[in-house]
């Protein structure tokens, strides 16, 4: 039986409600809203499916997981196991990225025997299977070609593709999402698709029009992201209401204006 509760640390106090679901070998289990997590604070809107302390040391207190609610039913034991496996190898002394990979390893193996699915370690499929997708959510009208933005199974995906896959992907940094497509998990809030989308689309941009690499592309986006969280930053370009970013203001992404505000107020600004 989950029992709602409210943080008592850090930032979120007060703000995040938490439920919990069991102590497993001396820690105890939470699920929480991704969605409200990611838009408490700027660390936290890298919250994916899962997370502890380590990764989160002001939003999550110690001793507890935090796994996303939304798909807790169908692949929390996947997330658990890799938390614990995780968390098991730190406790030995290991490596944060020899805890990682173990963590990792231990999560696709058990994916591989539930689903009974061949994990393909990024290699594509010649045509994306048709269960990936779920519905297509917007077509982009950008500069150079039409990006059309799908809903898709992230259970799949990380079956498939990438064990640690979140939230969003496109192709110039995944090669099983095609080049003219971005990927959303569908079980994300529909009322926080505008943010992803947008920090999917200018990512994609940054990486193919500027050559950004991916680490610095991604790093500028999720600023970009959060600022539209809070009505900040390029929200003023995509609405002049002060309503929050709506599905309906995405087709403004793609303005050039849009890209040169990204350029000068989040690019060039971290290289002076």
């Not at 039986?1 to 919990?20: C, I, N």
């Not at 917007?138 to 064990?163: A, M």
């Not at 900040?232 to 992404?253: N, T």
Request: hydrophobic share 35%; proline share 4%.
């Amino acid at each position: 039986m989950r029992t709602a509760t409210k943080t008592g640390k850090g930032p979120t106090s007060g703000k995040l409600h938490k439920a919990f679901v069991a102590n497993l070998h001396g820690w105890n289990v939470y699920c929480v809203d991704s969605s409200e997590v990611r838009s408490v604070a700027k660390p936290d809107e890298e919250f994916g499916n899962f997370a502890t302390q380590e990764e989160f040391p002001a939003l999550i207190p110690k001793g507890e997981i935090w796994l996303g609610e939304k798909s807790f039913d169908e692949e929390g034991i996947c997330f658990l196991s890799n938390a614990l496996v995780r968390l098991q190898h730190k406790g030995r002394g290991a490596s944060e990225k020899r805890a990682y990979d173990a963590g990792i390893e231990a999560e696709q193996k058990l994916r591989e025997a539930l689903s009974g699915l061949k994990y393909r370690d990024g290699r594509p499929h010649r045509r994306v299977p048709e269960n990936i997708y779920h519905e297509q959510y917007i077509t982009l009208d950008d500069p150079q070609f039409s990006i059309e933005v799908w809903r898709v199974d992230g259970n799949l995906v990380r079956c498939f593709y990438k064990t640690d896959y979140t939230e969003g992907g496109h192709g110039y940094v995944y090669p099983w999402v095609p080049k003219g497509q971005i990927w959303l998990e569908s079980g994300l809030d529909e009322w926080e698709l505008p943010f992803i989308v947008s920090h999917e689309y200018l990512e994609l941009r940054l990486m193919r029009d500027r050559g950004l690499q991916y680490d610095k592309a991604h790093e500028i986006c999720s600023q970009v992201e959060f600022d539209l969280r809070k009505g900040r930053g390029a929200k003023s370009l995509l609405s002049a209401s002060r309503r929050e970013m709506q599905k309906h203001d995405l087709p403004g992404i793609t303005e050039e204006d849009v890209f040169e505000y990204i350029l000068s107020a989040y690019v060039q600004a971290r290289t002076h």
